[in-house]
């Protein structure tokens, strides 16, 4: 702009001066002035200024105080307004090494929400200093971890079981009894299960990042290792009772179960290909594939896969504590659903216009076919922004 | 209003902020006045029904006979209360509740009642004898408090007297759970074993002792717990008496 102005300035002159000439001397003389003055102040600046001066920025001070003594922990100084609350974190982990990032929760009055790591810094300021509150929000462990753990504890457990420990079994009973063909198929469906899980959890699935809290992991480690103990306790033992509608009863549930685990795998495949193509402000939609047909009905068709399932698995072995964990499973999902749903309409559909339909309390509703266009249209307009929500991320896997 | 403040405090951490309590309207306000009015008068009942069979009898064994069906009413009764957290007329945690009175219902009626050979036995007296005191203090403080007339006799019980008799009552349950023990390994009460159809098996035994055991964590800390809300609730009132 600055350098714009200096060859228009002579041209500018040019133009005043056949304005001018048909004027008197003396009108010249002031206009001439007047013209040069203005091209002086015109000109702009002789060299072009530096872009960014030290003393011209104004660096933050972040004052972070304990929430609950609001002590002075430490101040973190000469923090660029660019720069975001996950610097202030790291620079916060320099000057006090036992408080790594994901394990400090900031906020900005006592007893306020906690802040996103990504908030930029300048828009927390009042003044160049800054005032935070800091929790400790405990040893913190990934997500993949969490899942990893999570997930291999229930394949040994059984598997333990399945072979028949002498410390768990009677040993004379068990050499005696013969085998139903379910229990080996029941020992394979649950392995199949908690080995896709785990390859997905690898392989398949994209966290962002986050963390959670140890005390979540040690939590969910021992509901589903809890349970695993005691259903695989009961299928495997000698005195099982194999199913009433015998070899039917199996067949049919061992085909439910197989297609369930594929409609979930193809799920968590769709899913994870729309976070890498990065179109999420687009719902799922419907491919060629006919497991992923189960969009058309419900948010998340992940977890109606996975209750299908276990409630496959419940009827294939007729066991009253695999139908204990399959009810509670149900009602877990239910409530991850619903927060699902909820964030799929806020997000997608900010105005709140359509109406939702449920289908039934404990599955997962959705609008009805009627919008489908609009849907579609809306995608196209909508361009893809990738958002980096860990809740979205625990919800998304079950 | 409940919206708005959930969507204001959520921290994606899961936990929430306090929000504004509103309490309950003059008609649940007139329902929870009754309700407690009734159970404090049961158990009055059950309090004058134990000293007139002491008077009678002489001595203090087997007097659960004679107290026996006001007991398991009012006892049972208590089971509302977890209605009142769940339709938020009381502003108390529904789990709390519903774990309190749970475990009041379960030595009620799965203990006591069921194994018919501890109804003698003295333990039974000493937690009845507890949970009589304690209740006539409690729904008495809760009428007064919903009145807004709390005597300061009345709010310095509560939160004083269980310091005997909270562990009064705890030695009664578990002296009787454990009195039960040999009856309900004999006659397989409430167990069921395999093989049967649906492969489940239930060992009762098994299961009251895992209940004593889990007094181990529970008590103290339920016990601690109301040290200091004794302390935060009377030394408060303190506070107030001096300034005025």
């Given amino acids: 702009m600055h350098r714009r102005q200096k060859p228009s300035a002579p041209e500018h002159k040019r133009d005043l001066a056949a304005h001018g000439g048909a004027l008197s001397m003396s009108h010249n003389d002031t206009r001439s002035f007047f013209n040069f003055s203005q091209l002086v102040l015109s000109a702009g600046h002789l060299k072009s200024p530096p872009v960014l001066k030290h003393s011209k920025i104004t660096y933050f001070e972040v004052e972070i105080l304990d929430m609950q003594s609001k002590k002075q922990i430490c101040i973190v100084d000469k923090v660029p307004p660019s ?148 259903i695989a306790y009961y299928i495997n033992h000698p005195r099982y009772t194999p199913p009433s509608f015998g070899h039917r009863q199996v067949s049919f549930a061992a085909l439910a179960f197989l297609m369930c685990e594929a409609g979930n795998h193809f799920i968590n495949v769709t899913l994870a290909h729309q976070n890498n193509s990065g179109s999420k402000a687009c719902f799922p939609s419907p491919t060629y594939n006919p497991f992923t047909w189960l969009f058309l009905l419900v948010s998340c068709p992940n977890y109606t896969y996975e209750v299908g399932s276990w409630i496959s698995f419940t009827v294939m072995t007729q066991t009253l504590p695999v ?33 939702v339909a449920t289908a039934e309390p404990s599955v997962e509703g959705r609008q009805g076919q009627g919008h489908t266009t609009t849907r579609i249209s809306s995608c196209f307009k909508v361009k893809g922004k990738e958002s980096t929500s860990s809740m979205s991320h625990q919800m998304q896997l079950g | 209003m409940a919206a708005s403040g959930s969507s204001r405090a959520d921290n994606g951490y899961g936990s929430q902020q306090p929000r504004r309590r509103k309490g309950p309207g003059a008609l649940a306000t007139a329902y929870l006045v009754i309700y407690n009015v009734v159970m404090t008068a049961g158990w009055l009942v059950i309090a004058v029904g ?174 601690f717990h109301m040290l200091h809300q004794r302390r935060k609730v009377l030394s408060h009132t303190e506070e107030h008496k001096k300034s005025e």
């Avoid at chain 1, 009602?331 to 309409?345: E, F, R």
């Avoid at chain 2, 007991?71 to 957290?85: D, R, S, V, Y």
């Fill in chain 1, 83 to 230: 720069s975001t609350l996950l610097d202030v974190k790291h620079r916060f982990h320099k000057a006090c090494p036992q408080w790594y990032p994901s394990r400090v929760g900031l906020q900005l009055e006592r007893n306020g929400p906690y802040l996103k790591d990504s908030i930029n810094i300048q828009s927390l300021a009042v003044s160049s200093i800054i005032t935070l509150y800091f929790t400790d929000l405990g040893q913190q462990v990934g997500w993949t971890t969490f899942f990893l753990t999570e997930y291999t504890g229930p394949l040994l457990i059984y598997l333990l079981f399945y072979i028949r420990l002498s410390t768990i079994y009677d040993q004379v009973e068990s050499t005696k009894n013969f085998r139903h063909p379910v229990v080996h198929l029941a020992c394979f469906c649950h392995c199949l299960h908690y080995i896709r899980h785990l390859l997905e959890t690898l392989f398949v699935h994209k966290f962002s990042g986050g963390h959670t809290p140890l005390k979540n992991m040690i939590k969910g480690c021992a509901f589903y290792w809890g349970f695993t103990s005691w």
């Fill in chain 1, 323 to 355: 139908g204990i964990f399959a009810f509670l499973m149900v009602i877990q999902m239910s409530l991850w659903a619903q927060k699902k749903h909820k964030l799929y309409l806020k997000r997608f559909y900010p105005e709140g216009k359509f109406h």
């Fill in chain 2, 50 to 223: 134990l000293v007139r069979a002491y008077l009678a009898k002489g001595s203090y064994h087997s007097l659960y006979y004679s107290i026996e069906k006001p007991l398991k009413f009012f006892q049972t009764g208590a089971l509302l209360e977890i209605l009142h957290c769940a339709f938020g007329i009381v502003p108390s945690s529904v789990v709390l509740t519903a774990f309190q009175v749970m475990s009041r219902v379960f030595l009620t009626w799965a203990v006591t009642h069921s194994v018919k050979e501890v109804q003698t036995e003295d333990s039974v007296l000493l937690f009845v004898v507890a949970w009589t005191i304690t209740e006539i203090i409690r729904y008495s403080f809760y009428t007064f408090s919903l009145l807004n007339h709390l005597p300061y006799l009345i709010k310095w019980a509560r939160y004083t007297l269980f310091i005997i008799l909270y562990p009064m009552g705890v030695s009664g349950e578990l002296l009787t759970i454990y009195a039960a023990l040999p009856f309900v390994r004999q006659s397989g009460l409430y167990s069921i074993s395999l093989p049967n159809k649906y492969n489940f098996s239930f060992d009762y035994y098994t299961f009251l002792i895992l209940v004593m055991i889990s007094y181990i964590p529970i008590f103290p800390q339920l016990y």
